[in-house]
């Protein structure tokens, strides 16, 4: 690899360090604001959990598209789901973002991130299918285990994400899990 393409790679890490700094709305159980690093962090985290669960699925390839799907908020920051309006077009956003921090890296690099973000956002393989169920999936786990305002809508939570998360056996049943916390939230019990 040559000297230019290692101080791309490395323009390139420092901008995505950005994730770190990113917060999302969802709350931690501490009471702070989580930032998209940690979210993907553990998206990737559950992915290894159930990897044998999926024997046809290519598991680094998956893994892979869950590193990036939201490495455009480096640039662009997070918009939380119910603050997305009808007509807006979230991925429009991430996707610039995205374009510009892959900028220093070396067209190949650049392309197989492309690649892969298209993948996920447009929900065109079995790997992204699954990507999106367990990324919305970590979110409604998040939104169970966060220090919540008073004023956290649950009902929104119960609904989110609903269409990926139905994508299987697995992650429907470990939706209705986490469903079933949301309720018990919802009604004031906070022992979950």
Not at 27 to 34: I, V
Not at 68 to 92: N, T, Y
Not at 118 to 124: G, T, V
Not at 154 to 172: A, K
């Amino acid at each position: 690899m040559k000297e230019v393409e290692l101080e791309g790679i490395l323009d390139f890490l420092r901008g995505a360090e950005q994730l770190k700094n990113t917060l999302r709305s969802s709350r931690t159980s501490s009471g702070r604001h989580e930032s998209t690093a940690e979210h993907t962090w553990r998206l990737c985290l559950m992915i290894l959990l159930f990897e044998s669960q999926y024997p046809d699925i290519d598991i680094l390839r998956l893994i892979k598209i869950c590193v990036i799907h939201d490495l455009g908020e480096a640039i662009s920051g997070d918009i939380a789901a119910v603050d997305q309006v009808e007509g807006m077009d979230k991925g429009v956003e991430e996707r610039k973002g995205l374009e510009l921090l892959i900028r220093p890296l070396p067209k190949i690099l650049q392309e197989e991130i492309l690649i892969l973000w298209d993948d996920y956002e447009n929900a065109s393989s079995e790997e992204a299918l699954l990507a999106k169920a367990f990324d919305k999936i970590e979110t409604v786990l998040q939104h169970t285990q966060g220090r919540n305002s008073s004023d956290f809508n649950y009902g929104f939570n119960l609904s989110y994400g609903r269409r990926y998360t139905n994508h299987d056996d697995i992650t429907s049943r470990l939706r209705a899990l986490i469903d079933k916390d949301t309720k018990a939230l919802a009604e004031g019990n906070n022992t979950i």
